[in-house]
């Protein structure tokens, strides 16, 4: 099992946007089925899944790529 805060939960290899687009929708619903899935079995309560989105979505990406938003 690997820690939230060494996943990055989508990085942007296509060529055009529109597969962008596309590939972040995808992320973004996997995401959200493995957090609620957690929530679900009660192994995270709301603010931990919160925050294992806002790592994989962002933070992570910031922090190792060294990029302020």
Do not use: C
């Not at 805060?5 to 055009?16: A, C, R, T, V």
Request: charge should be negative; aromatic fraction near 10%; avoid cysteine.
């Amino acid at each position: 099992m690997v820690p939230n805060n060494k996943i990055m939960g989508f990085g942007g290899d296509q060529f055009f946007v529109e597969s962008t687009y596309g590939g972040s929708k995808i992320a973004r619903f996997a995401i959200n089925e493995v957090v609620e899935e957690k929530m679900e079995k009660g192994h995270w309560d709301r603010e931990d899944g919160e925050k294992v989105i806002r790592r994989v979505l962002w933070e992570n990406a910031e922090r190792i790529l060294m990029v302020q938003g």
